[in-house]
C-alpha cells in the first residue's frame, strides 16, 4: 500500500539542511546498490498537493502490480521536493515542469536532471469578478506566482493578451516584473505564492494558477478565462539526480507512467484540463 507522509515546508527545508555532512542517505546508498545489480528496489518520489498526488496514485497503484514498490511524500510547497531530491531524502520527484528545474539548480548549485515527462497542466487566468479577457480594464489586479519560472512563465501569459510588454531578448524563463516595458492597461501585477493563488480570487480582479491548484480549488475548464495552448514548453517531468536516470527502479515508475491506465485517469479525471504529454 501507498504510504503518503506530508511535510511543511519548515520541516523539509530542516531536514534537507540537516542532511548536509552526514553520512550518505539510506536511499542514495541503496540506489546505487540497486544500479548496479539491475534490480528493482523500493523508490520513494516527491510530489505536491493537488494533481501531482492524484496522478502519482494511480502510478503506484500500477507500480504494485507490476512488482514495484513505490511511496508518496506529499510537500507543502514548490521548493522543498527538489531540496529532499538533491539531500538524497527521495529517489525522485514528479510536480514540476524543466523550466522551474533548471531555475532551482541555477539558484542552488544542484544538479537535479529530466528522467522522463508526465503531463501538461497548462497555466491559466481564472476570476470570480469577470467572464472574458476584454473585461480587464485599467486598474485591475491580477496575481501570478511568486516562483521564478512560473512567475515569468505568467508575465508571458499577460503579455500575449496584449496587457502587458516584455524586454523581448529576455529568455521567457528569466522573465521578471523587472523585464515590463509597458503596461498597456494600467493593471496591478500583485505575486504571491502559487498554492494561495485560488483564495487570492476573493480579493483580485484575477489571478494566474497553476492547473493542480485550481483542480484542487474545483475550478474548471469552463472557468478559464485565457489559457496556455498546446505549444507551451512547460511539460511537467520526473526529476532526479543527475547519473539516476538509468537507475532500473526509475526506468520502470516512468515506463508505469507513461502506460495506458495512467493516461486514461489524467484523460478522465482532469478533462483537457491536464493532458498527457508522452
Not at 106 to 129: E, I, Q, R
Request: charged content about 25%; overall charge positive.
Amino acid at each position: 500500500m501507498q504510504r503518503r507522509v506530508l511535510l511543511s515546508s519548515a520541516a523539509a527545508l530542516a531536514a534537507a539542511l540537516t542532511a548536509c555532512g552526514k553520512k550518505e542517505p539510506a536511499a542514495s546508498a541503496a540506489a546505487a546498490s540497486s544500479a548496479a545489480s539491475g534490480e528493482l528496489r523500493p523508490i520513494t518520489i516527491g510530489v505536491t498537493a493537488g494533481t501531482s498526488e492524484e496522478v502519482a496514485e494511480v502510478v503506484t497503484k500500477e507500480a504494485e502490480k507490476a512488482g514495484l514498490k513505490v511511496t508518496v511524500k506529499v510537500f507543502g510547497d514548490y521548493q522543498t521536493p527538489d531540496a529532499a531530491l538533491a539531500s538524497g531524502e527521495i529517489d525522485a520527484n514528479s510536480y514540476q515542469h524543466e523550466p522551474f528545474l533548471q531555475a532551482y539548480n541555477a539558484n542552488n548549485k544542484t544538479d537535479l536532471v529530466v528522467a522522463g515527462k508526465t503531463y501538461l497542466a497548462p497555466l491559466a487566468l481564472y476570476s470570480k469578478k469577470i467572464k472574458s479577457a476584454s473585461e480587464i480594464k485599467d486598474g485591475a489586479t491580477i496575481a501570478i506566482p511568486n516562483d521564478p519560472s512560473n512567475g515569468g512563465r505568467a508575465l508571458q501569459l499577460l503579455a500575449k493578451q496584449g496587457w502587458i510588454e516584455l524586454k523581448p531578448d529576455v529568455p521567457a524563463t528569466k522573465v521578471t516584473k523587472a523585464d515590463i516595458t509597458k503596461y498597456v492597461k494600467k493593471i496591478k501585477i500583485v505575486e504571491i505564492e502559487a498554492p494561495q493563488l485560488p483564495r487570492s480570487l476573493d480579493d483580485t480582479t484575477a489571478s494566474v494558477i497553476n492547473a493542480g491548484y485550481a483542480f484542487a480549488a474545483n475550478l474548471t475548464k469552463k472557468d478559464q478565462i485565457v489559457a496556455e495552448d498546446n505549444t507551451s514548453p512547460y511539460v511537467n517531468i520526473i526529476a532526479v539526480k543527475k547519473g539516476r536516470e538509468t537507475d532500473p527502479s526509475i526506468v520502470k515508475y516512468i515506463e508505469i507512467f507513461h502506460t495506458e491506465p495512467v493516461k486514461k485517469f489524467i484523460e478522465d479525471k482532469y478533462k483537457g484540463q491536464v493532458v498527457p504529454a508522452w
